[in-house]
């Protein structure tokens, strides 16, 4: 028992098992990587959540840097693959600087499958954005879920910021409208808006989002300014295809990625930034207010790269 525990704690991270496979021999670096090496690393990659693209990618990176003899040792592979990572993931401008609208209340619109932590992530915006001196009102457009407008008015009480919200089972879209009449009427800056995540059927959903998306857009111009697409980071490929199908019922602005705390298998990130095209703007780390991160893409790698993990 007491050999288990002491192998849970010391569980090698990516860059351990990278390490453990390639280094062994520091000299086969120098040689060159051989096939089952070069099998095996892909293997890594792919069980990390890479996805097959990303990890094309890199391996084309690694091969290049051991063929040309620009990777020389463990150091030279570790901060190359680093380098690669961080130009997958980077975008233009901070990640955690949000549009807003030149008049009016800016309007954030939070979308994602159920479960993936929308409303929690609504819950952490908006105690961010009240620290950055920003008027915040929240809007409970999730009419779907029992519960779920309850969920928000716990938050929006706890934080001190009011909270609009219709009855279950009524039109979002109509929450979302008398939300931003709300704000403008009280002299706030800035909506949340917090969205289903499921509905009796898949269509229904992109139908209401659109909807939402729409209706906002015709009492505040320009609305929404950004739309959020909030993705488990723990469920690898099939974030990706969760972003995909959102992606054709609202564009997103930005992806943020929770439940990244924990033993998330964090190369799900780097495909998701590739395959999705929208920069990443926050992460989630846990299950308080405090738990959002401004993405940064050298820390990520870094993260990545851990030597346990
Ligand atoms: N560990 C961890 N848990 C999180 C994080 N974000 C949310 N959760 C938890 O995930 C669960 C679901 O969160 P919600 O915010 O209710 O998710 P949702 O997307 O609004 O769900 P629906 O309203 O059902 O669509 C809750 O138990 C949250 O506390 C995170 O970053 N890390
Ligand atoms: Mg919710």
Same mark, same amino acid.
């Given at each position: 028992m007491k050999r288990e525990r002491v192998t849970q704690q010391k569980r090698p991270g990516l860059w351990g098992r990278i390490k453990r496979l390639a280094l062994t021999d520091v000299g086969a670096l120098v040689r060159g990587l051989n096939a089952a090496d070069l099998e095996s690393m892909e293997r890594l990659l792919l069980e990390a959540d890479f996805g097959v693209p990303a990890t094309m990618d890199l391996m084309e990176v690694l091969e290049e840097g051991v063929r040309r003899g620009r990777w020389k040792n463990e150091h030279d592979l570790r901060d190359g693959l680093a380098d690669r990572i961080v130009e997958l993931l980077a975008s233009t401008g901070n990640p955690g600087v949000m549009a807003r609208a030149e008049h009016g209340p800016t309007v954030l619109l939070v979308m994602g499958v159920n479960g993936v932590g929308k409303t929690t992530t609504v819950a952490k915006l908006a105690h961010r954005l009240t620290a950055e001196g920003r008027q915040v009102l929240l809007a409970?457009?999730?009419?779907?879920?029992?519960g779920a407008i309850a969920q928000l008015e716990v938050w929006a009480t706890r934080l001190g910021v009011p909270c609009v919200s219709g009855t279950q089972g009524g039109d979002p879209a109509a929450v979302a409208f008398d939300a931003v009449e709300a704000a403008v009427a009280r002299g706030a800056d800035t909506v949340l808006v917090d969205t289903a995540?499921?509905?009796?059927?898949q269509e229904g959903l992109m139908d209401e989002l659109r909807k939402v998306a729409r209706v906002v857009g015709r009492r505040a111009p320009?609305?929404?300014h950004e739309a959020l697409l909030v993705l488990d980071g723990t469920v690898g490929q099939n974030a990706v295809q969760q972003g995909r199908l959102f992606a054709e019922a609202v564009a997103p602005t930005g992806l943020i990625i929770t439940? $990244?705390?924990?033993?998330?298998?964090?190369g799900a990130v780097v495909a998701l930034r590739r395959e999705l095209g929208?920069?990443?703007?926050f992460l989630g780390?846990?299950?308080?207010?405090?738990? $959002?991160e401004v993405f940064d893409p050298r820390d990520f790698a870094r993260h990545l790269l851990a030597d346990e993990g």
């Amino acid at each position: 028992m007491k050999r288990e525990r002491v192998t849970q704690q010391k569980r090698p991270g990516l860059w351990g098992r990278i390490k453990r496979l390639a280094l062994t021999d520091v000299g086969a670096l120098v040689r060159g990587l051989n096939a089952a090496d070069l099998e095996s690393m892909e293997r890594l990659l792919l069980e990390a959540d890479f996805g097959v693209p990303a990890t094309m990618d890199l391996m084309e990176v690694l091969e290049e840097g051991v063929r040309r003899g620009r990777w020389k040792n463990e150091h030279d592979l570790r901060d190359g693959l680093a380098d690669r990572i961080v130009e997958l993931l980077a975008s233009t401008g901070n990640p955690g600087v949000m549009a807003r609208a030149e008049h009016g209340p800016t309007v954030l619109l939070v979308m994602g499958v159920n479960g993936v932590g929308k409303t929690t992530t609504v819950a952490k915006l908006a105690h961010r954005l009240t620290a950055e001196g920003r008027q915040v009102l929240l809007a409970a457009a999730d009419t779907w879920r029992a519960g779920a407008i309850a969920q928000l008015e716990v938050w929006a009480t706890r934080l001190g910021v009011p909270c609009v919200s219709g009855t279950q089972g009524g039109d979002p879209a109509a929450v979302a409208f008398d939300a931003v009449e709300a704000a403008v009427a009280r002299g706030a800056d800035t909506v949340l808006v917090d969205t289903a995540g499921r509905l009796h059927t898949q269509e229904g959903l992109m139908d209401e989002l659109r909807k939402v998306a729409r209706v906002v857009g015709r009492r505040a111009p320009g609305a929404p300014h950004e739309a959020l697409l909030v993705l488990d980071g723990t469920v690898g490929q099939n974030a990706v295809q969760q972003g995909r199908l959102f992606a054709e019922a609202v564009a997103p602005t930005g992806l943020i990625i929770t439940k $990244l705390d924990g033993t998330a298998k964090g190369g799900a990130v780097v495909a998701l930034r590739r395959e999705l095209g929208v920069p990443i703007r926050f992460l989630g780390r846990g299950e308080g207010v405090e738990d $959002l991160e401004v993405f940064d893409p050298r820390d990520f790698a870094r993260h990545l790269l851990a030597d346990e993990g």
